[in-house]
């Protein structure tokens, strides 16, 4: 600490600036109260992200009332948001992690953040276009019309020019016909 106080002695002595002893006190004093803001973010953030921690130990309505916690201890700051639904990710909190990146997405700040988030809550495909095809017609033969949509449209992104999954989209958009309803009767 000497090193650095006779550096700035030197510094002030250079500029020709007298400054008082009480002068540096009340400096870092000012300095830390024009960063409290981001103090008191970075503070919560941390505090946030132990309650994840303490959260991924706990079961039932106790770990949901932590995760309900930490949610609320970083608001809607962009950076907390962040972390707790990386937390939830990662401890496979795929509900938890979706209400922080739907509250990331209202903020519309740390873009690269929540595309990687949101490609992390979307479910995975399959390797190829005809594999697509068959899980979004094995959707739609369970009733599983709006899982289906979502599947056949995260796979048409893959695979924009594909024919099969291109008939498919007409199957998905034409509701399914009531059970016992003959088609010609319709």
Not at 56 to 70: D, F, H, T
Not at 90 to 101: D, I, N, P
């Amino acid at each position: 600490m000497g090193g650095l106080a006779q550096l700035l002695n030197t510094v002030i002595g250079i500029l020709g600036l007298h400054l008082e002893p009480w002068m540096a006190p009340a400096g870092l004093l000012v300095a830390i109260l024009l960063a409290w803001p981001w103090i008191r973010v970075n503070l919560r953030t941390g505090d946030a992200r132990k309650l994840m921690i303490r959260a991924a130990r706990e079961r039932g309505a106790e770990r949901e009332r932590l995760e309900n916690e930490a949610l609320a201890m970083v608001g809607n700051g962009p950076d907390g948001l962040v972390v707790v639904a990386k937390a939830a990710v990662e401890q496979g909190r795929k509900e938890l992690a979706a209400r922080a990146v739907a509250k990331l997405r209202t903020s519309g700040k740390r873009l690269p953040d929540l595309r990687k988030l949101e490609r992390a809550l979307e479910p995975s495909l399959p390797g190829t276009p005809a594999e697509a095809a068959l899980l979004v017609e094995r959707l739609l033969a369970t009733g599983m019309t709006e899982e289906a949509r979502s599947r056949l449209t995260q796979a048409r992104r893959k695979w924009p020019f594909d024919d099969e999954l291109e008939v498919l989209v007409e199957r998905v958009a034409t509701p399914p016909a009531a059970p016992g309803v003959d088609s010609a009767q319709a």
